[in-house]
């Protein structure tokens, strides 16, 4: 069956370390991912995209890895901050042009002081 | 950036009452559309894609003369909720491309409409 995880429902570090969140899919080709804040009763903010070919990208303190090998993205926060807590969501868009957005459950970052 | 309103963003009804929910692309033109619906600590689940000019595509489970879906313009999608009962409480968010950005382009949501049916 068709499944994306995202394996830790909620994670919490101390302020200043690299917040790490995985997100691993089954029986998918993403044509693309894209990572996802939501702050709560707040609609999913865009963050980065990544494409099939590509490895990696990168934006301020955001990093995002894709293999598609091992069908895992890893999505890092560097030097991360209190207002960095939220509910991080990874999406597959899937081949076939103007398609929805497949979601994991999101993983719950709370960044304490 | 992109930019997706939606409203209204809380609505609090009657059970029976039907409501109506609007999705506007306020910078970009969007060919299609994308209502999600959202439960307490789930995953965004699609219920259906909006198609500017013709019929909606609806999920599996989703009834279409319940969650009435119109796209009458690039700009512009809305969903109706028909005779509304305590089950469809929910987070409603809608979501769109720019569709002449190209493929692999990301989307972008709106802030979501919580409906309480009573």
């Known amino acids: 069956s068709q499944k994306i995880e995202q394996n830790s429902e909620a994670l919490n570090i101390q302020e200043g370390k690299t917040a790490t969140l995985t997100c691993n899919y089954t029986n998918y080709s993403p044509a693309y991912l894209q990572w996802y804040r939501q702050d709560p009763g707040r609609g999913p903010v865009f963050l980065l995209l990544i494409r099939e070919n590509e490895k990696e990208k990168r934006k301020e303190r955001l990093k995002v890895t894709f293999d598609t090998t091992l069908k895992q993205s890893l999505f890092h926060i560097t030097a991360s901050q209190p207002a960095d807590s939220a509910t991080y969501l990874c999406a597959l868009a899937l081949r076939g042009g103007n398609t929805p957005l497949v979601f994991g459950k999101g993983t719950r970052l709370s960044v304490i002081a | 950036g992109a930019v997706v309103s939606q409203h209204p963003s809380w609505v609090i009804c009657k059970s029976g009452t039907s409501v109506k929910i609007e999705c506007r692309s306020l910078?970009?033109?969007?060919?299609?559309m994308f209502w999600y619906r959202q439960f307490p600590k789930q995953s965004l689940m699609l219920m259906a894609t909006?198609?500017?000019?013709?019929?909606?595509?609806?999920e599996q489970g989703v009834e279409k003369d319940k969650f009435l879906i119109n796209h009458a313009s690039l700009t512009l999608s809305t969903l109706t909720v028909t005779s509304a009962h305590p089950e469809d409480s929910s987070f409603y968010i809608c979501?769109?491309?720019?569709?002449?950005?190209?493929?692999?382009?990301?989307?972008?949501f709106g802030d979501g409409t919580r409906l309480s049916i009573l």
């Open positions: 979501s769109a491309r720019d569709s002449q950005a190209g493929l692999n382009q990301p989307q972008h």
């Open positions: 909006s198609n500017e000019g013709s019929k909606a595509t609806y």
């Open positions: 910078d970009f033109q969007a060919t299609t």
